[in-house]
């Protein structure tokens, strides 16, 4: 088992403009996360999860503070050395998907691929393995701008997962998706994603999802406010709505 952490960041900070204009989105953020778990990051909207997340995928330099992904700061590299970290081990599922429409939605999940220097033929046979463990099976050469919101959610998902990241993060991974497939797709991130030399962070609202998760990050106002076992929070919830029901 990997002992290191995946992440380790310690006192982040992040602000937007300057002077009168300025927005501070982190406020000194502290979090761990070690591999083979499945972190969930929780909060109101503009709490700054988002800020956050696109820090710890090497998207979003830092003001202040420390950060070590999988044992590198991503701000001491070039932007060249930078970009080659992110691709090998990085994946990142964007809210509003950034699919590409001019190309096949096999050849927009093959990109990780590609980027990374591996065949097209190689690239385009993964891809395809994935769209159908993705339930995407003979969608593979339509056009990403003809598929559903939730079949283009599970069209970035699966570009997310296909090069094996050893830390993937997701902006809402379920939000297009109804219950029954949102679990589906749940379930290959925590087979794929949640490996010994692996970390999944997630930014959701969806509480359906908790379970597959091992903590809940929760944040407010730029800061941690508290960390939770995921299952001890999952029977707080259950006991709140059986509390509601039964005063009903």
């Known amino acids: 088992m990997i002992e290191m952490a995946a992440i380790d960041a310690r006192g982040l900070q992040k602000t937007y403009g300057t002077g009168d204009a300025a927005v501070t989105a982190l406020r000194g953020v502290d979090l761990t996360a070690r591999y083979g778990e499945m972190v969930a990051l929780v909060g109101p909207s503009g709490c700054g999860k988002t800020t956050l997340i696109s820090i710890l995928a090497g998207l979003l330099s830092r003001d202040g503070g420390m950060l070590q992904l999988a044992g590198v700061d991503p701000d001491a590299l070039s932007n060249h050395d930078r970009t ?63 598929l559903s919101g939730g079949q283009q959610q599970r069209v970035a998902m699966a570009r997310s997962l296909v090069h094996e990241p050893r830390i993937l993060v997701c902006d809402e991974p379920t939000s297009a998706l109804d219950g029954a497939t949102g679990q589906r797709v749940m379930e290959l991130v925590r087979e794929q994603g949640c490996r010994e030399d692996r970390l999944v962070v997630i930014v959701t609202h969806d509480d359906r999802i908790f379970h597959f998760a091992d903590r809940i990050v929760h944040m407010d106002d730029g800061r941690v406010t508290r960390v939770t076992d995921a299952q001890v929070e999952i029977a707080a919830l259950r006991a709140a709505f059986a509390a509601e029901k039964d005063s009903a």
């Open 84 to 146: 080659l970290w992110r691709r090998h081990n990085i994946g990142f599922v964007f809210q509003q998907f950034n699919l590409i429409p001019q190309i096949s939605v096999v050849e927009n999940v093959a990109i990780p691929l590609l980027l990374r220097g591996d065949s097209r033929n190689s690239s385009i046979e993964r891809a395809a393995a994935m769209l159908q463990r993705m339930g995407l099976q003979g969608r593979e050469y339509s056009r990403s701008d003809k």
